[in-house]
């Protein structure tokens, strides 16, 4: 900015000089030459304006000045608001991955929790059959157990084993094991 208040105060005292000297050397060719008269009034005029034009673009140059610096305000706020949204949705995220990762735990503690309370009361070889069964997962077609349909059905049950509560199909295991011992499950699942 300071340049072009430089270049303003350099070029309308130049003007302004060359209007003098224009105007004082059309002066002398006018008195030596009369028919150099009319000449002599149309360059004053045409200096004056290109005076006036001068001053007229310093102040344009002013304007336009205070524009671009506005416009670059208004850039620089709306890139500061630019960064701010950023800033907030990441935080956003950060706290919706953090919510995910408590909710994550949560669960698995409550699958272990599950898990434990399903397997408790159990003899080792019954938990062994049931993680190679069902993985634990008494909803499994074929029960916590593995217990087929036709054995299910022969054993008085209707439906499947894995449509029975976990109670009944501990009774329907405790009854096929004390008939058939490990012989049911141990050769497959290596129990």
Known sequence: MKIKQMAAATLI??????????????????????????????????????????????????????????????????AAAAKAAAAQAAAAQAAAAQAAARQTAAQAQQTTASQQSLTSGMSAFEQCVAWRE????????????????????????SGTAGQASVALQKVAFNRLYAEYGTQPWAPSDGC
Do not use: C
């Open 13 to 78: 005292p130049a003007a302004v000089a060359g209007l003098a000297l224009s105007a004082g050397a059309t002066a002398q060719a006018a008195s030596t030459h009369p028919a150099a008269l009319g000449k002599a009034s149309e360059t004053v005029a045409v200096r004056a304006d290109f005076s006036v034009v001068q001053h007229g673009a310093s102040a344009a140059a002013k304007d336009a000045t205070a524009v671009a610096a506005k416009a670059e305000a208004e850039v620089a706020a709306k």
């Open 134 to 157: 069902s993985s634990n997962n008494p909803t499994d077609p074929d029960g916590l157990f593995g217990i087929l349909p036709s054995t299910w059905a022969s054993l008085g049950y």
